[in-house]
Each structure stands twice: as structure tokens, then as C-alpha cells.
């Protein structure tokens, strides 16, 4: 899970499918004799392929031809390392560090299925190897078997988990398990909700009303939303993120099911247009599949390396 294992496990293939999936869209670009006005298409046509949207495009397409005008550059792989840099900028930076000196809520949002339950484990462990205590609320009071899976993995790893056979109102839940959290001390209390649509109005309104229940009662604790999105569903995601993101300002973005994903341009699409951090990214179904994700290795390890 650290930055180390991460680079070690890179070169095994954390970005591997990414990584030939743009080397072999960009290489045949940049190891062209001149830049003209047929790489400029390819270019372009390349970069919309890898699910870098289409305005990001546009204005990168834009800069790096007055670039090379204003430079006269005409060598295409003078402009690899411009793509780079502008790459790298183009993901927001955290602005409150998920592990620092301030308890906090987490609450995790995010469509069914995108990965939540499986995340909250891996957060926990992360979190708890790094020497802090924590709870986990069982606030997906739709489904039971949501309360099992978090149930079994707090068993097989020692979290407390805190859910209610009384109640299905996860606001309820969720007050219960702050005071349960701040009785016992925890740093951190971790929240898994219900999955939902974006357009289903009853379910948005309930997470709203979860949210102003964890304001109104935090307790001490600062609250930290983060929202789950499924990488295998790369840029399309974007309008229900935003819509996510309107109801809860979420502090940050983990991307799951990377490994099942190549083109990864939705990365820096996602997080430049919700201008929200990429913080992690679930490499797998196990529970040290979460890795920290770093905008640099990401863009060193997918543009060509000419
Ligand atoms: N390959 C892969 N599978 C993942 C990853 N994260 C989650 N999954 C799988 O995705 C499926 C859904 O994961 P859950 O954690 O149950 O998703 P959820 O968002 O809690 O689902 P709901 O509560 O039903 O909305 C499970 O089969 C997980 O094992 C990941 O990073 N990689
Ligand atoms: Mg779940």
C-alpha cells in the first residue's frame, strides 16, 4: 500500500494495461519526423480516444501548437515532456490531508456498485497500520447483505463496526454510531452508505439528510465525503459525479476497479472537471489493493518513453 510497494508493483503492472494501451495509441505519434498538420490530428484524435475529454483537448492541442510555433520546434517528441507537465497540473492537489492530527468522519458516496463497501475495508486498513483507531458505520440499511460484507470484514480484521437492527433510517444509524465513535474514542469513523442514482430524487434526498445529520452532529470530528467512482466506466461517470459532488462537496475522489481499466485519461478528465483530488485507487477485490495515487508516477508511467 505504500508509495514504495506501489513502484515496485508498478513495474509488475499496476498501469501496465494503461500503459499499453497509450503507448500503443501515442508512440506511433511521437516517433514521427515532423510535427504537421496530420500529427496535430492524430494527436488529437489519439488523446479523445484515451478519455481525455474533449475541452481539456482542445485547449492542450491548442497550447502546444503555439508552442511549437512560437519555439520552433518540429520534433514531436519535443513536446512529450509539455504534455507531461500540463498533464500533471491538470489534477487538483488534496487540500485537507485524508491522515493528519484532526479526528474525522468519513463518509463514502457513491452509485451501486462502484466499490464503496470494498474501499471502506481497505481505508480501514490503511488507516489502522498507520496506528489509528477507528469505527465503521453500517449505514447501507437497504440491502442486509451490505451490513454482512462489512460485518465479515470487521470480524476478519478486527473493526469495530457499529450497525442497528432497529432502525432502516441511515440518519438514525449514523447518529447512534458518531456517539458510539466519540465514546470510544475513535479517530476515524468510516460510513458506508446505500448505493444510488443520481436521478433517483428519494435516495439523493436521504443522503442529504444523512449529510446534514453528520453537520449537525459531528461531534468534533471534521468530515471528509469522498466519493467512489468506478474506473471501468472512466469519463462517462462525470455527470453523476458532479451531481454527487453538488449535494455533498466532497473533499476527494478514489477511483476503484483501475485494474480493469486502460485507458485512464478519465483520471485527469474527472478530477480537473470536478476539481476534486484523485486520492487512491483500487487495484483489485483484495484489501491491500488500494493504492495512494500520485499524479506524476501516473503520467510518467503512461506517456510514451521516447
Ligand atoms: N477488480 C476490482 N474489483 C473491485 C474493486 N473494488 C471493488 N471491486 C468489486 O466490485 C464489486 C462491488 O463492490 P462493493 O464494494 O460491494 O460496491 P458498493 O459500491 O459497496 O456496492 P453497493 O453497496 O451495492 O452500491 C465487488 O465485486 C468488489 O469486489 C477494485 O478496485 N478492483
Ligand atoms: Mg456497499
Known amino acids: 500500500m505504500e508509495t514504495e510497494n506501489f513502484l515496485k508493483k508498478d513495474k509488475s503492472g499496476v498501469y501496465s494495461k494503461t500503459r499499453t494501451f497509450w503507448r500503443k ?30 475541452s481539456i483537448t482542445m485547449e492542450l492541442i491548442d497550447y502546444l501548437r503555439d508552442y511549437s510555433l512560437v519555439e520552433s520546434i518540429n520534433d514531436p517528441k519535443m513536446i512529450i515532456s509539455l504534455i507531461r507537465q500540463k498533464f500533471v497540473s491538470l489534477f487538483k492537489s488534496p487540500t485537507i490531508p485524508l491522515i493528519d492530527a484532526d479526528k474525522k468522519i468519513i463518509l463514502i458516496i457513491g452509485v451501486n456498485g462502484s466499490g464503496k463497501t470494498t474501499t471502506i475495508a481497505k481505508l480501514s486498513k490503511y488507516i489502522t497500520s498507520r496506528g489509528f483507531t477507528l469505527s465503521i458505520a453500517a449505514a447501507d440499511t437497504f440491502r442486509a447483505a451490505a451490513k454482512e460484507q462489512i460485518m465479515e470484514w470487521g470480524e476478519k480484521f478486527g473493526y469495530d463496526v457499529f450497525s442497528s437492527s432497529k432502525s432502516s433510517d441511515p440518519s438514525a444509524v449514523v447518529y447512534d454510531a458518531i456517539n458510539s465513535a466519540k465514546s470510544k474514542g475513535s479517530d476515524y469513523l468510516l460510513i458506508d452508505t446505500a448505493g444510488r442514482l443520481h436521478t433517483s430524487n ?101 506517456l510514451p518513453n521516447i
Open 25 to 54: 495509441n501515442f508512440n506511433n505519434i511521437f516517433s514521427r519526423s515532423k510535427i504537421d498538420e496530420s500529427f496535430w490530428e492524430d494527436l488529437e484524435e489519439s488523446l479523445i480516444s484515451s478519455d481525455i475529454n474533449v
Open 202 to 302: 428519494n435516495l439523493m434526498e436521504e443522503i442529504s439528510k444523512l449529510y446534514r445529520t453528520i453537520q449537525k452532529y459531528s461531534n468534533g470530528y471534521k468530515i471528509f465525503p469522498i466519493l467512489i467512482m468506478d474506473g471501468t466506466v472512466g469519463q462517462n461517470g462525470i455527470t453523476q459525479a458532479q451531481k454527487f459532488n453538488s449535494i455533498i462537496p466532497c473533499n476527494a475522489v478514489i477511483m476503484t476497479k483501475m485494474d480493469g481499466s486502460s485507458k485512464g485519461g478519465a483520471l485527469i478528465s474527472i478530477s480537473n472537471e470536478l476539481d476534486l483530488p484523485v486520492i487512491f485507487i483500487g487495484v483489485g477485490e483484495s484489501i491491500d489493493e488500494l493504492i495512494e495515487f500520485k499524479p506524476e508516477i501516473f503520467v510518467d508511467n503512461i
